[in-house]
C-alpha cells in the first residue's frame, strides 16, 4: 500500500475509504469521542482522505499518480487538458465532511449518548431518525401572462440536477423537464410544487422545487382577483352627452359598451361576466369595471366658451 494519509487510514486491502469505512472510523476518532491527543489529526486524515477517494475524478488521479501527484500536480505530458494539475488542497475543514455525511446541524449528538458513550443505531444505520435532513425548498418565479391565466396552458420547464448513481456515492449533472399545466383562473401566488426534485445527495432527502406565479404586466387590462380591470380614453363632450366604448377581450372578442350617463372622474361602468374565469368554475367569470380618462380640450374660442356657460351654468 502506498504510505500516505490515503493508505494510512486504517483501510487494508483497498485504496478506497468506502462510505461505511468512513462512518466507523470518523466515529470512533472524532475529537469528542477519542481523547486521545492524536485524534484531531486522525479525524482530519479521515476526512481528507474520503474527500479525495469518493471523487471519482479525484480517486483516478490519486490511483495513478498517488498523493504527491495530486496535491503537487501531475506531469505536464498529462495535464493540458486537466482541471487537477494545479494541485488539490483539503478545505481543512473535517467537520463539514463529518456533517455532510452524517446530516444535520449537530449529527453527533444522534450517535453518542451524553456520556460519550456510543449509541446502537436501528436497522438502516444513518437513514435511522434524525439523521437524514431534506434540503430546502427551491423557489423559482413562473411569469404568466392573462392570456395564459384566462385559457389555460401548459408549460415546460428544464432543469439540471445532480443525480446519484448507482453506487450510491457519486452522482452526474442530468436535465429534466418538469410540466406545469397552469388551470384557468390561477392568481397571482399559486404554488406549483415538485416534491424531491433537487440535487441528489449521499444521506440528504432532495429539495422540493416550487414555482411562484407571477402575472406579467398587461398593455390594457390589470386584474383585481377574478375581475378585470379597463381604462378608456374619453373626450370631455362624450363624457358630457354619451359613447360607445370598445373593448378587446383577452379572448379576442369586441364588446361594445354603450355609455349613456355623465362620466365624472369617478365613474365606473361595470360589464358582468367578462373577468377572469373562476378558478372552482371556469364557466362562470369575474366582472369588468370601466373607469375613464376624460381628455378635456387645450383651448376653447370665446365663442365656444361662451356657448359651453349657456349651456352648462343654470
Not at 96 to 114: I, L, S
Not at 213 to 227: A, C, L, S, W, Y
Request: with cysteine; aromatic share 10%; hydrophobic share 35%.
Amino acid at each position: 500500500h502506498r504510505r500516505d494519509v490515503y493508505s494510512g487510514t486504517g483501510v487494508q486491502g483497498s485504496p478506497l475509504l468506502s462510505p461505511c469505512s468512513y462512518r466507523k472510523l470518523a466515529l470512533k476518532n472524532h475529537p469528542l469521542k477519542c481523547k486521545e491527543p492524536w485524534a484531531p489529526k486522525r479525524f482530519r486524515q479521515l476526512a481528507e482522505a474520503y474527500d479525495v477517494l469518493s471523487d471519482p475524478m479525484k480517486k483516478g488521479i490519486y490511483d495513478k499518480f498517488g498523493e504527491e501527484g495530486l496535491k503537487g500536480g501531475i506531469p505536464l505530458e498529462f495535464g493540458d487538458e486537466n482541471p487537477w494539475a494545479a494541485g488539490y488542497v483539503f478545505h481543512n475543514n473535517p467537520d463539514k465532511v463529518f456533517r455532510e455525511f452524517f446530516g444535520g446541524d449537530n449529527p453527533f449528538a444522534e450517535f453518542f449518548a451524553e456520556d460519550g458513550s456510543e449509541l446502537i443505531l436501528p436497522f438502516g444505520g444513518l437513514r435511522g431518525r434524525g439523521a437524514m435532513k431534506q434540503d430546502p425548498p427551491i423557489v423559482r418565479d413562473l411569469y404568466l401572462s392573462l392570456e395564459d391565466l384566462f385559457y389555460g396552458c401548459t408549460r415546460k420547464i428544464k432543469i439540471s440536477r445532480r443525480v446519484m448513481n448507482e453506487d450510491g456515492q457519486t452522482s452526474t449533472i442530468r436535465d429534466k423537464i418538469l410540466v406545469i399545466d397552469v388551470q384557468p383562473g390561477w392568481k397571482q401566488g399559486t404554488r406549483i410544487t415538485f416534491e424531491k426534485e433537487g440535487d441528489q445527495g449521499p444521506n440528504v432527502i432532495p429539495a422540493d422545487i416550487t414555482f411562484v406565479v407571477q402575472e406579467k404586466v398587461h398593455p390594457r387590462f390589470k386584474r383585481t382577483n377574478n375581475d378585470l380591470i379597463y381604462v378608456a380614453t374619453i373626450l370631455l363632450a362624450e363624457a358630457l352627452t354619451g359613447c360607445t366604448v370598445d373593448v378587446r377581450t383577452l379572448d379576442r372578442r369586441h364588446l361594445k359598451i354603450p355609455i349613456n350617463d355623465i362620466v365624472d372622474p369617478q365613474y365606473c361602468k361595470r360589464v358582468p361576466g367578462e373577468g377572469m374565469p373562476l378558478l372552482q368554475d371556469p364557466r362562470r367569470k369575474g366582472d369588468l369595471f370601466i373607469y375613464f380618462n376624460i381628455r378635456f380640450p387645450q383651448k376653447l374660442t370665446p365663442e365656444k366658451k361662451k356657448l359651453l356657460t349657456n349651456a352648462l351654468l343654470p
